[in-house]
């Protein structure tokens, strides 16, 4: 009880600096990013965010061979020149995050890179030293956001996550699921825990989301990270072969991956799309999607009812 | 537990493959020139394998189980550890499984001296000495019938495959049988995982290493002569 005084004493007494120092004056960053197009509010602080971000499953799990580094260092860095900010990763994706490490260090990205990984282990116990291993290999002072990964070990590392954040070492808290699993318990915690960000699967044929997910997220406050936004290139693989409407033209969209990807940044709730790519032309044609126009409501049911019929 | 239980099944093969085919084969590729030309060295060994399998002397048997034992642990340290692990994580859990292989072989075939190969023809010792053959002569070649660069030849002795299918094929033609069955486990074990991983790969030839563990347990269920 003691304690727990303690702390709330102290988390109000920030609060109320916080709240001083806000309406004194907005914080630089969110000044220098409120006109920049293509991005997005994280709604519980305010800053902003590109809508695109990039993903790091597979693809950038590539060892130690120089030639695959250099590409994926390539792809990083036609990402920051494309305003790219969210790069995802996870201590499951192989080497995904010492690549990540490597890119950053080669191109002097360790400031422009909003840093976001997982905790990942059954054992709850570890989870903090996992977290360090990955600081590690990425090579940052500390994550932007960390996030459970598919929800496991979920109570213990929440617990851990916002006792870093509390703490100052990590900036945000989130949880993630992919492939429309787990949706109910995701609901219940995205209820009851003060997340910052969700990471869930959206696009335009895997549209659960819609029904609860993302309608709460907006009630609530919490960003959204959405993932396989071409279902790990099946869905562009498989459009590959049919043509792009005539009105696609309308929503600024030149190629099946920018009409996906405006289709997911469209929706209101949607902070950000994480696509993964180990290829320059895409990165730089998955940023092109972030700018105007975007698709309005009607719009996006057109978009998704011409898919759908194909 | 039960939200575990009930998801399961909405996972596929490719789900648990971290990497791309592309990298896989540029890891065996990179291997093979950083050893190079420790490959010949290696296949002069397994043809010394092979001959003391068709023609056992007194000595042989043990020092058959000996160089096999030496190939496991090697192919673990050298392969799976400082390279394949880079890209596959789960390899930290298989490296002490090949080495407690090589613990086996050294146990039951060289110390004890458990295993010895027959002298006469029988169906297990022709499907033992074919699967042997295939590990070192063919599996090197299997590149060519998948349409890759010869460059990504898997040799005895070197990757893990063919070094697992020579086990099986030398654990088929042993006798007596029953002292062959549990180390038939691990390299079986490892095919069934390299067959899938081939297989979610979607590559040519995937099938090899699953048609190896069949012709073993085959070999090794195979009636005895009267
Ligand atoms: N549970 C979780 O937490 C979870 C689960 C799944 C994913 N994620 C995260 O979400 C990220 C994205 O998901 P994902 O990687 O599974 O799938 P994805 O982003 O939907 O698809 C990636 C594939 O799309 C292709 N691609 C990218 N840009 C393209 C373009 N402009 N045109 C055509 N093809 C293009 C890429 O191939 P090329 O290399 O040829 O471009 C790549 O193979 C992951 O990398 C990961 O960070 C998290």
């Known amino acids: 009880m003691h304690s727990h005084g303690k702390l709330s004493r102290r988390t109000v007494l ?30 519980s602080t305010g800053e902003r965010l590109p809508a695109v971000g990039l993903g790091s499953w597979i693809t950038f ?78 090579g940052v002072p500390r994550f932007d956001l960390l996030q459970v990964h598919n929800l496991v070990a979920w109570q213990a590392h929440l617990k851990t996550l916002f006792e870093m954040k509390e703490a100052g070492e990590v900036r945000y808290v989130g949880i993630t699921t992919s492939h429309g699993r787990r949706h109910d318990r995701f609901e219940r915690i995205m209820r009851n825990e003060p997340l910052d960000f969700v990471q869930l699967t959206y696009n335009v044929v895997d549209r659960e989301a819609e029904q609860r997910l993302l309608p709460l997220a907006r009630e609530r406050g919490i960003g959204v990270i959405v993932n396989r936004p071409f279902q790990q290139g099946r869905l562009t693989e498989r459009l590959a072969s049919e043509p792009l409407p005539a009105w696609a033209e309308e929503v600024g969209a030149e190629s099946w991956a920018q009409f996906i990807l405006k289709f997911i940044i469209s929706h209101p709730a949607v902070t950000c799309a994480i696509p993964a790519t180990t290829r320059v032309d895409h990165v730089r044609e998955n940023m092109a999607a972030i700018g105007p126009p975007l698709p309005d409501d009607a719009m996006r049911q057109r978009m998704a009812a011409y898919v759908r019929d194909l | ?53 068709l023609r ?50 050294v146990g039951i075939g060289t ?5 010895s190969m027959p002298a006469r023809w029988s169906i297990p010792r022709i499907l033992g000495i074919a699967l042997f053959l295939h590990a070192l002569l063919l ?54 995982l390299s067959w899938l991983t081939l297989d979610t790969m979607e590559v040519r030839g995937a099938w090899v290493p699953l048609l190896a563990v069949v012709a073993a347990i085959a070999g090794r269920l195979w009636p005895r002569a009267r």
Not at chain 1, 99 to 117: E, M, N, P
């Open chain 1, 61 to 138: 799990n590539v060892g130690n061979d120089p030639v695959l580094l250099a590409e994926c260092t390539a792809v990083m860095e036609h990402f920051f020149q494309g305003g790219g900010r969210m790069i995802d990763s996870s201590p499951m994706y192989g080497s995904s995050q010492a690549t990540i490490g490597h890119g950053l260090r080669q191109l002097g990205a360790v400031d422009q890179v909003f840093s976001t990984d997982k905790v990942w282990t059954s054992d709850a116990d570890s989870g903090p030293a996992q977290i360090e291993e990955s600081r590690a290999e990425w």
């Open chain 2, 139 to 192: 599996h090197p070649l299997l590149p060519a019938y998948a349409g890759r660069s010869i460059s990504t030849a898997e040799v005895f002795g070197i990757f893990p495959d063919p070094l697992a299918i020579a086990t099986l094929g030398m654990l088929t033609a042993a006798i007596p049988r029953h002292r062959a069955w549990p180390l038939l486990v691990i390299p079986g074990l490892w095919c069934l």
């Open chain 1, 14 to 43: 920030q609060g109320m600096l916080l709240a001083a120092a806000a309406s004194a004056l907005p914080p630089l960053d969110t000044l220098a990013q409120e006109e920049k197009p293509g991005t997005r509010p994280i709604p």
């Open chain 2, 1 to 53: 537990m039960s939200g575990v239980m009930s998801e399961w099944w909405t996972y596929r093969a490719e789900d648990f493959l971290l990497f791309s085919p592309r990298v896989y084969w540029r890891l065996i590729e990179l291997h093979n020139q950083a050893l190079w030309p420790w490959q010949l060295l290696a296949l002069l060994l397994g043809v010394l394998i092979l001959a003391s399998m």
């Open chain 2, 56 to 105: 056992p002397r007194p000595w042989s048997d043990r020092l058959i189980a000996a160089l096999l034992a030496a190939a496991w642990v090697f192919v673990a340290w050298n392969f799976l550890w400082q390279h394949y692990a880079t890209i596959n994580w789960a390899m930290v859990y298989v490296v002490p499984l090949f080495v407690l292989q090589a613990l086996l072989l």
């Open chain 2, 111 to 115: 110390l004890k001296g458990d295993l």
